[in-house]
């Protein structure tokens, strides 16, 4: 059984930066692709970014593009993303994922989310 936990949220304000970071536990070590989700207030759950197991393979939403950056430490067991220049459209709860690269992958495990606000 794979377990997901997020850190790393809060309040922010327009223009900030903000890193979060998901550490996973369980027998997979670093076999599968791991991205987030979020969702925003009153919205369906999103992608927004996916980095395959070796690290090479990264997707962004494209509204994320140029701002939020995936990336991975395998002997850690940890993805994160850091996200520069957020703005108030960015407020959501931020789920960490397995093994979703794209909009349209189901994923399978989720973590319980960490929540991102950011103030105009």
């Known amino acids: 059984q794979v377990q997901l936990v997020e850190s790393g949220g809060g309040l922010v304000k327009a223009g900030d930066s903000l890193t979060l970071s998901c550490s996973a536990s369980g027998q997979f070590g670093s076999r599968y692709t791991m991205g987030w989700f979020r969702q925003r207030p009153g919205k369906a759950r999103e992608f927004v970014a996916g980095i395959s197991a070796n690290g090479v393979n990264i997707d962004y939403r494209d509204s994320v593009k140029g701002r939020f950056i995936i990336s991975r430490e395998n002997d850690k067991n940890t993805v994160y993303l850091q996200m520069n220049n957020l703005n108030p459209e960015d407020t959501a709860r931020y789920y960490c994922?397995?093994?979703?690269?794209?909009?349209?992958?189901?994923?399978?495990?989720w973590g319980p989310g960490t929540l991102v606000t950011v103030a105009s």
């Open positions: 994922e397995i093994p979703c690269r794209s909009s349209g992958c189901q994923p399978t495990y």
